[in-house]
């Protein structure tokens, strides 16, 4: 199985910190944010790994280099303006291959159990085109983002309980077909498109996930993963 890391968001929100440091590298636990993804891909098995970038990416790959220090093969598929999510999922497809792939916003933390990619995809089903790992609502998205309905996401409908995206999925090649090599295209309209016709399965994941988004939960997870270190 081959995975995709996105990094090429510009962290406006984490600004001034992002000013000289892709917000990918910045350090939490004593390690880059990305070096944990990739790190946990590695530990079972997924070696082959795409990772985007656009503002000040240069720097991502001359820490990470091929990977081959970490015990993966990193590829690299270069934005000169970052293209939103299908964008930059679009333009690596050739890296990607034809089969079901997982795919990290690389702005997450999470102990969601990575080796369950490979029996979500040995178990795809005809026509589906994504499976998305959802999360209870997080103070900052209290509304959430779509709602289950058994393993079946679908749009909230007037009583549904809608939770929050975790950034997490496996996706089929074909789900990226409406976009055209180097648009800027966001990934919810996709997905609501594939929704509508029953071809997008999930899962509700309650352990440890955190988006990155601001300094603040930067520094809280710095503390929880040095807390983790020390015990």
């Known amino acids: 199985m081959k995975a995709m890391i996105l990094a090429a968001g510009r962290g406006e929100r ?3 910190l992002t000013d000289h440091c892709p917000k990918p590298l910045l350090p939490a636990g004593g390690k880059p944010l990305l070096q944990w ?3 946990a891909l590695a530990a079972v098995g997924v070696t082959s ?3 985007n970038h656009a ?3 240069h720097q991502i790959e001359s820490h990470f280099g091929d990977g081959s220090a970490f015990g993966v093969q990193l590829n690299y598929s270069a934005e000169a303006t970052a293209l939103e999510t299908a964008g930059g999922i679009r333009k690596a497809l050739p890296i990607l291959g034809e089969d079901p792939f997982l795919v990290i916003n690389g702005d997450v933390a999470c102990d969601w159990p990575v080796a369950k990619a490979l029996s979500i995809a040995d178990e795809w089903q ?3 085109l994504a499976h998305l790992v959802m999360v209870p609502n997080p103070l900052h998205n209290p509304a959430g983002d779509f709602a289950l309905q058994g393993s079946t996401v679908k749009q909230p409908e007037p009583g ?3 939770f929050t995206f975790s950034g997490m999925g496996v ?3 074909s789900l990226f077909a409406p976009v055209k090599v180097g648009d800027v295209a966001k990934l ?3 997905l609501r498109q594939a929704m509508a016709a029953g071809k997008v399965q999930g899962e509700l994941f309650k352990g440890f996930w955190m988006d990155i988004g601001t300094p603040e939960r930067l520094e809280e997870l710095d503390r929880r993963l040095n807390s983790v270190r020390k015990h």
């Open 188 to 190: 919810a309209p996709l």
């Open 160 to 162: 549904d309980t809608a």
């Open 49 to 51: 790994i795409v990772i």
């Open 126 to 128: 005809a026509g589906q």
């Open 14 to 16: 984490m600004r001034p």
């Open 171 to 173: 996706y089929h090649p």
């Open 37 to 39: 993804h990739i790190e």
């Open 55 to 57: 503002h000040l990416g």
